[in-house]
Every structure is written in C-alpha cells, then in structure tokens.
C-alpha cells in the first residue's frame, strides 16, 4: 500500500466549475499537508500548505484537512482553463512524500 | 518569491556517456537540495537528499556510484548519471530547503523547472 493515495485522473470538467482532488494517506505522522501545480515539463509550484485539520482557503483555492480520516481535499473554484494542470498532493513529516498526481483538464 | 534554475532544461545522449545537472539557488542560500526523478504520468519519487559539503543520502534502491551528487556550495548541487542507459530516460526535478527566514513553514522546498533526459 503506498503511503499517499491520487487517483490520476485525468479529471475533465467545463469552464467555471469546481474542480474537486482528494488523496489519502496512511501514516498518521505527517504533520504538514501541500498542494502543488505541475504544468507539463516544468517544476511542481506550491499552491498552498496546511498543518492542521480544517479548511484553508487562498483566493479560488480551498484546501481541507481531515486528520481523523487521514483525508485531504483541494477546491478551486470557478476554473479557468489555465488552471489545466497536474495537481499533487505532497505530506510532510520530514521527507516530502507526493501523490501520483491528478491531471486536471478545464474545457472552455 | 525563492528561484530554483537548473540546466540544462533537455539533454540527450548516447548510451554509455555521462551527464552532469547542475542545480542552483538564484536568490537565496540552500542548506538542502533534493533531488527527485518523475515518470511520465507518475509522481515525483526523492532519489536523495544532499546538505552543503557532506555525502548525499541516497534513497533506497538508488545507486549512489551510478547517480553522483556534489553539494559544493549553499547555492550549487550538480547530479551525475554515470554510464547513462535508456532505462535513467526520466525527468529529473531538484528542490532546495532554504536557510532558516525565508520559508514559510518547516521543509519547505522550491523546485527547479527539471531537466529531461533522453538516452539513446
């Protein structure tokens, strides 16, 4: 069983909806929760990091934290087909671990 | 924000030869760079990790004489494949953990826009 769970996707949705990522994961020590955009052959960039369970919200971005189920969850509201992109879950507990990675795409 | 470079963007080689994949921090001093490799179409897995002036920590399954890393400096770490295959074609994506002051949180890492690797 892998420490972090994504499913890969891809994730197809229309212009202006709300683009729904989850991963879970296994071990209870990771203590800081990312989420990361990758657009094709370039570096990951952060988009956003919590620590704790709850919502974090960032703009059109919402990110969820549910240590209890060891969940975590991303929103991006109102998308754009810029937004078309990979997304990665990433956990932290010293080394960073990655989900595979959703690919996200936002039809106009 | 915090830039990570890396060059070259794409390389391609013959069998047999070795590459070199430099890293570097452009605005900001490095105590860690890690060094990642990614699939098409899968996650980014840490090959290893490298402190300034001491011996990368590599991860299990990566072979260290094959994969040579140098951290000489807070801002430079270069990563060798040695006697490259077809099999080392991957993306390969270094991080660096800044010095204390300018993360925003603990193990916080900036990445590089990756080097694709093409052995023939």
């Known amino acids: 069983q892998k420490e972090v769970e994504q499913d890969p996707g891809p994730l197809s949705v229309p212009e202006g909806a709300i683009v729904s990522l989850n991963c879970t994961y296994s071990n209870s020590a990771f203590q800081y929760f990312m989420w990361y955009r990758q657009y094709s052959r370039k570096g990951p960039e952060l988009l956003m990091y919590t620590y704790s369970s709850g919502n974090k919200e960032d703009g059109r971005f919402t990110a969820q934290v549910d240590k209890s189920s060891k969940y975590i969850s991303l929103f991006i509201r109102d998308s754009q087909p810029s937004d078309s992109a990979t997304y990665l879950c990433?956990?932290?507990?010293?080394?960073?671990?990655f989900g595979a990675g959703t690919q996200v795409v936002v039809t106009p | 924000g915090a830039v990570v470079s890396q060059h070259p963007s794409w390389v391609i080689c013959k069998s047999g030869t070795s590459v070199k994949i430099e890293c570097r921090s452009l605005?900001?001093?490095?105590?860690?760079m890690f060094w990642y490799r990614q699939f098409p179409k899968q996650s980014l897995m840490l090959m290893a990790t490298s402190n300034e002036g001491s011996k990368a920590t590599y991860e299990q399954g990566v072979e260290k004489d094959k994969f040579l890393i140098n951290h000489a400096s807070l801002t430079l770490s270069t990563l060798t494949v040695t006697s490259a295959h077809p099999e080392d074609s991957s993306f390969y994506i270094c991080?660096?953990?800044?010095?204390?002051?300018?993360?925003?949180?603990?193990?916080?890492?900036?990445f590089g826009p990756g080097t694709r690797l093409t052995v023939l």
């Open positions: 991080s660096a953990r800044p010095l204390a002051g300018r993360s925003s949180f603990y193990n916080e890492q900036f």
């Open positions: 605005d900001f001093q490095a105590t860690t």
């Open positions: 990433a956990l932290s507990w010293g080394k960073l671990q």
